[in-house]
């Protein structure tokens, strides 16, 4: 080109610079789109609606912005300047700031939106003022064709590079901060570059050191913001007690009246309808056995089928095997957690062990005349042992003669198949069945499996005062509609873990 | 630049961060007791027995061949017997380890379930309550907390892990046929049967037909073969040459067509029976039954044959004493390149090669891998195994992972030097980098990496070894000694060695009159 030999060397490389700006910014501008697009669909979930208005409100906050520009009249560059740090803090820090703002979903789409938007009018300024401060550095049929082009090249760079390297190599956090970044150091090269057309550079360099710092600083302790904000992850309720032990994270949310516990991040009960639940779970049995004195609770370290099994006069001892003395710990002294279990744990009658059930079944010697089953949900290839005939021949050595068990199995609307292969399983080690479900409101329909070696007694004496429970509802609790009934399934085995197998299947498909 | 000043500095930081990890890493390079074995080698002057020690039966040589020789022995009567080994406790290429996490196995770490030929085994089985009982159609039923938990394999290619070893990420649908018709080939050599009815490939291998049609077959690599038979594609021959490797430390262009085949179309049942410290934990139950028999560690130097009785001299482990052991009859259950350099009268046979192999113990910290086996699809290693995988803790926290790598690079003496010349720091840096693109916290996990060489590892089933008249000759017994070892089967399984040390001891029992 002829004009480039005429031009001095410090403007041909200006002029380079600000085309190298566009094309950065262009990326960057869609970067902080898709983060705020990716975070809606997370928590929102419906990611086309989320995508689709993310995109609308942001280009139409472009063309907000595109707008705007002609009333900047004086310092081009400084205001130029100012933008860039802009986008870089406010874009850099979306993503955290959004993650932060998970706990509650009304306040995200505010947020969200209101980010999208100010970003888009930013980045809607960009180019109009690029476009002005090159217009006299190129011929205008060079200006548009360069500077459209590397607009739309940065637009393909960002739409690689957000799927395949930053969500996977950084996550969505520290890709944030990380496009904040060059999106300031665009803002500070211009500075350095056009520092004599600004009167006041020395401010913009204090403002442009300060934003640096505040998005390095982001970035860094992107790790600590995450963890901060995972407290918001278990729904709209303030964390009051979290704790990670060797075996899991324990979470306890209260939002109003309803006290909720999460472990590892699966809801185990609301407070609201947990008798539903618990009562679903340990009456059928209870109130079967000729005479329960001897019980046994594997797992339910929180003490509310315990609450329950206590409710029988006739209990001498309650055995509960639970693996987390953290858990056992807590439900056994934080006040809130007693009043909910009403102190069952410390009752002179429960006897709490805290071991693995497959290591503590070898030792014992002890018959129970029932079995209470309250296992976490079979999401690991080890959990899903506790799940195995394996696991239910061992426990045979710890029943007596005609005792009953119950486990708790899922849901058999969601995972038809995984409660239908316990069931199975139990069948194939020689018990007789009786599945049955309930609706727990926070749960959903929930499955439990009642076994016995002996034909299942007829006639039952149930405590009274139940809030849920009663041989009436356990009658329906024992009809399963067509959606939900049995299905031929493989038993799950140590050798096959037919169960953890479908069980992913079932429920993956109810996760993002 | 500020841009490339940043990056220099990150680079610097990071490479300060993970050599400063990399020796945080403990370990060292241990057993296998070669310097002992060369002694042997490199003895200049016989050494003369300073007391000699009498027993009934001498069993020299204490892998899984010589175990079972001595327990045949002693439940048909033999009141004293003597099992002399190298090491200082027994088991061979079954041996193991143990520390606080858990047993660890350093070399066989598991036996696929029995078919019905392999009667030593199922007998065995159902001796150390492995089989529990049987099914109304008279099958065997095993124990569940030994055969293999799922998830039993996984292989990580391009990135993520598959289910299975067989490859299918990235396969066509073309290479999927031709696996696919692969497999239906094995399938058809598992029904065929020789001229003599019997299955072309058995274990025990010598149950196998001699039929000259199949037996043709082991004149020719695998690699040849697969050529003939039109099996080409790259996953399938990737996945026969890690089989072979994994099964006799030498690929597809080393073993022979019989051999390899062998291992796809010997066995009915794809379960495997696997424990934390792999098959040394049928050691420890073999050498619990073996309760009142003697264990000696020394190295054999001469077994000869003199007025009715066996003469074995060993070398003490110090070295600096040597004793002799008078018995009515001997175990040879040492493998043949020793055999031949200690038993007098024994010709040296051409042909014998030996796999040699690394295995790495790692120390993991944190939750186990969900795998038992896992194989990395671009590596020269054969993966690891994960010695709690059959643990039913719900949260497993810490474990061993035990790293396979057969060193058939080069051709085995060149490839045994190498390694006997490698420092620790070499082995451990290689299995991190290796192990790294699948576990890329590896750094962060392991904190301790164990190395074993095993400079003769197995017998390698080469063209014509299996076939030929040195393996027949080596099954002869000599004199008041009988021979066990799976080096004369040709194939180094725990299924030969079982039937190997059987028929050693029923020999020796016909030899002192008591069969």
Request: net charge neutral; charged share 20%.
């Amino acid at each position: 080109m002829n004009a480039d030999s005429v031009t001095p060397a410090h403007e041909r490389s200006t002029r380079l610079l600000l085309l190298a700006t566009v094309f950065t910014i262009a990326t960057c501008g869609l970067i902080y789109e898709l983060i705020a697009g990716t975070l809606a669909s997370y928590l929102l979930g419906d990611s086309i609606t989320q995508f689709s208005t993310v995109i609308g409100v942001y280009l139409f906050a472009m063309g907000v912005g595109s707008w705007l520009s002609r009333y900047v009249s004086r310092s081009l560059v400084a205001v130029f300047v100012e933008i860039e740090l802009l986008i870089g803090l406010v874009g850099g820090w979306s993503a955290a700031l959004l993650f932060m703002m998970f706990e509650s979903a009304d306040s995200f789409r505010v947020l969200l939106y209101a980010l999208v938007f100010i970003i888009g009018t930013l980045v809607g300024m960009e180019i109009p003022l690029l476009l002005r401060l090159l217009k006299d550095r190129l011929e205008f049929k060079d200006l548009v064709s360069r500077v459209l082009s590397l607009d739309y090249v940065g637009a393909l760079l960002a739409s690689l590079l957000f799927p395949l390297v930053l969500v996977p190599h950084l996550g969505l956090m520290r890709s944030s901060f990380l496009f904040g970044f060059l999106n300031a150091i665009v803002g500070l090269i211009a500075l350095f570059m056009l520092r004599k057309e600004i009167r006041w550079w020395r401010g913009l360099l204090a403002q442009a050191l300060a934003v640096l710092v505040a998005l390095i600083a982001g970035f860094v302790f992107s790790e600590k913001l995450m963890e901060f904000s995972e407290h918001g992850y278990y729904a709209g309720e303030n964390v009051i007690l979290s704790k990670s032990t060797p075996y899991q994270r324990i979470v306890l949310t209260r939002h109003r009246d309803d006290l909720r516990l999460y472990l590892n991040g699966n809801l185990q009960f609301s407070s609201r309808d947990e008798y539903r639940y618990h009562e679903s779970l340990v009456h059928p049995v209870m109130s079967r056995v000729n005479k329960p004195s001897r019980i046994l609770i594997l797992g339910g370290g929180d003490g509310l089928a315990m609450r329950e099994v206590l409710r029988y006069p006739e209990v001498v001892n309650v055995t509960l095997v639970d693996l987390d003395p953290e858990m056992t710990r807590m439900f056994s002294s934080v006040p809130m957690l007693t009043a909910l279990n009403q102190n069952s744990l410390t009752s002179s009658r429960a006897h709490v062990i805290n071991a693995d059930a497959f290591t503590w079944l070898e030792t014992n010697h002890e018959k129970f005349d029932a079995v209470i089953i309250d296992f976490p949900d079979p999401t690991s290839f080890s959990l899903g042992k506790l799940y195995t005939t394996t696991f239910y021949q061992r426990l045979q050595r710890a029943l007596t003669p005609d005792a009953l068990m119950v486990v708790q199995t899922t849901s058999p609307l969601v995972a038809r198949h995984s409660y239908w292969c316990v069931d199975a399983t139990l069948r194939s080690c020689g018990f007789q069945t009786v599945p049955y479900h309930c609706y727990v409101p926070s749960f959903g329909e929930w499955g439990f499996i009642m076994a016995s070696k002996q034909p299942m007694p007829t006639e039952t004496h149930l405590a009274p005062d139940l809030k849920f429970f009663t041989n009436e509802v356990f009658v329906t609790e024992q009809s399963f509609s067509p959606d939900m009934s049995r299905v031929d399934v493989e038993v799950n085995k140590l050798n096959n873990q037919a169960l953890v197998r479908l069980f992913e299947k079932e429920w993956g498909r109810y996760l993002p | 630049m500020m841009h490339r000043r940043t990056f220099i500095q990150t680079g610097a930081a990071a490479c300060l961060a993970s050599c400063a990890k990399t020796s945080a890493i403990t370990g060292s390079i241990i057993g296998a007791n070669h310097s002992a074995g060369h002694r042997l080698r490199d003895m200049k002057s016989v050494p003369v027995p300073v007391r000699t020690i009498k027993t009934d039966v001498v069993i020299a040589g204490g892998g899984i061949s010589g175990l079972i020789a001595a327990l045949r022995l002693q439940q048909a009567g033999v009141a004293d017997i003597t099992i002399i080994d190298l090491e200082n406790e027994p088991g061979g290429n079954s041996r193991c380890s143990s520390n606080a996490i858990s047993p660890y196995p350093w070399g066989a770490h598991y036996v696929p379930v029995p078919g019905d030929e392999a009667t030593e085994v199922r007998r065995l089985f159902e001796e150390l309550g492995v089989i529990t009982g049987h099914d109304a159609a008279g099958r065997p039923i095993y124990e569940d907390t030994h055969l293999c938990a799922d998830q039993q394999e996984r292989l990580f290619v391009r990135g993520v892990w598959q289910d299975g070893l067989g490859p299918t990420v990235g396969v066509s649908s073309n290479e999927r046929a031709e696996m696919n018709r692969f497999t239906a080939r094995m399938n058809e050599m598992k029904l065929a049967r020789g001229r003599d009815g019997r299955r072309p490939f058995c274990i025990p291998v010598d149950a196998s037909s001699r039929d000259a049609e199949w037996l043709a077959l082991d004149a020719m690599t695998m690699e040849v073969w697969m050529e003939k038979e039109n099996f080409r594609c790259e996953p399938l021959r990737w996945y026969v040459n890690y089989c072979c490797r994994d099964d006799y430390g030498a690929g597809i262009a080393q073993v022979s067509a019989w051999a390899a085949l062998h291992y796809f179309a010997s066995r009915d049942e794809s379960d495997v029976l696997t424990w934390p410290e792999g098959n040394g934990w049928l050691v420890k139950r073999i050498m619990e039954k073996l309760r009142g028999v003697k264990f000696q560690q020394a190295v054999v130097y001469r077994m000869t044959e003199e007025g009715g009785s066996v003469l074995v001299d060993g070398l003490s482990p110090s070295g600096n004493e040597a004793i002799r052991f008078q018995a009515r009859a001997a175990v040879c259950a040492m493998p043949r390149f020793v055999v031949q350099r200690v038993v007098a009268d024994l010709p040296l046979l051409e042909n014998l090669h030996y796999s040699p192999w690394m295995v790495a113990n790692m120390t993991w910290r944190g939750e186990p891998p969900p795998a038992w086996d896992n194989v990395f699809r671009e590596s020269a290693s054969l993966g690891y195994v994960v010695a709690t995988h059959q643990s039913l803790h719900p949260y497993p926290q810490n474990s061993m992972l035990t790293y396979y790598q057969p060193l058939d690079h080069a051709p085995p003496p060149q490839a045994r030097q190498e390694a006997l010349d490698k420092p620790w720091s070499a082995w451990r840096d290689q299995v991190l980098a290796d192990m790294r693109p699948a576990h890329p916290d590896v750094m962060e996990r392991v904190t301790q990496l164990d190395v074993m060489l095993w400079g003769h590892g197995m017998i390698r089933p080469v063209p014509g070894f299996i076939s030929g008249a040195a393996r027949k000759s080596m099954a002869q017994s000599l004199g008041r000694i009988a021979f066990a070892h799976t080096d004369m089967s040709g194939v180094s399984i725990f299924e030969e060695a079982c039937t190997r040390g059987a028929d050693a001891a029923r020999t020796v029992l016909s030899m002192i009159g008591k069969a």
